[in-house]
């Protein structure tokens, strides 16, 4: 649910690079365990980690792991409403925290 849910906030969010949303986090640790599909893809995408580690210098890197996450977002589109869904009880549960007032 974690990885899914990231994706989706990285992708169609506001999310960036390496950020997540922590209401998710606080969501999933609150004892909340979405029922998970039971026939995930096969085929996961044409771009794999691999192509992520074979990159040789920083730039390279972050493009290849954008690659990687369109692939594997593209090849769980079938599940693309499921992580919405989640997201969206993710951040009912758990709102935004307010600012501390400490000085």
Known sequence: AAHLCGLCERLEGEAGYG?????LRRWLDGGRRPEKPADLPAFR?????????????????VAAAERWAH?????YAPFHSLAR???????AFAPPRRPSRRG
């Open 19 to 23: 950020e997540h949303d922590e209401r």
């Open 45 to 61: 995408g044409t771009v794999t980690v691999a192509d992520v580690l074979a990159a040789d210098d920083p730039e390279n890197h």
């Open 71 to 75: 692939a594997v977002w593209d090849a």
């Open 85 to 91: 869904e989640w997201l969206a009880m993710a951040y």
